[in-house]
Nanobody, 122 residues
Framework: VQLQASGGGLVQAGGSLRLSCQAS????????VGWFRQAPGQEREGISC????????FYADAVEGRFSISRENAKNMVYLDMNNLKPEDTAVYYC????????????????WGKGTQVTVSS
């Protein structure tokens, strides 16, 4: 199983980034997937998830209205469009497979991908 996130970088506050995650080695089209992040000295937190058929999409309060998750099952890809970025969004971002349930709880993650660093300057 592999989940490889990309698209991170350095951006000024108010800017935008698109994170991408290429998945392989598991039935991607059958599973919910999500994005999590971990800032220095803080616990990993769930920020968004999307069910296998896009029926259920959830966002953490901190990113609601600014971030948008989407997926392309034919390409085994999941995306996170991040707009109006704030310095507090600075973190390492991880994509993850969640199995059947779309949830923001890190405890239900089945497989973690390698992260990508997002840094937002003020």
């Amino acid at each position: 199983v592999q989940l490889q996130a990309s698209g991170g970088g350095l951006v000024q506050a108010g800017g935008s980034l698109r994170l991408s995650c290429q998945a392989s080695g598991f039935p991607f089209g059958d599973d919910a997937v999500g994005w999590f992040r971990q800032a220095p000295g803080q616990e990993r937190e769930g920020i968004s998830c999307i069910s296998s058929s896009d029926t259920n999409i959830f966002y953490a309060d901190a990113v609601e209205g600014r971030f948008s998750i989407s997926r392309e099952n034919a390409k085994n890809m999941v995306y996170l469009d991040m707009n109006n970025l704030k310095p507090e969004d600075t973190a390492v971002y991880y994509c993850a497979s969640l199995g059947f349930y779309c949830s923001l709880h890190p405890g239900i993650v089945e497989y973690w991908g390698k992260g990508t660093q997002v840094t937002v300057s003020s």
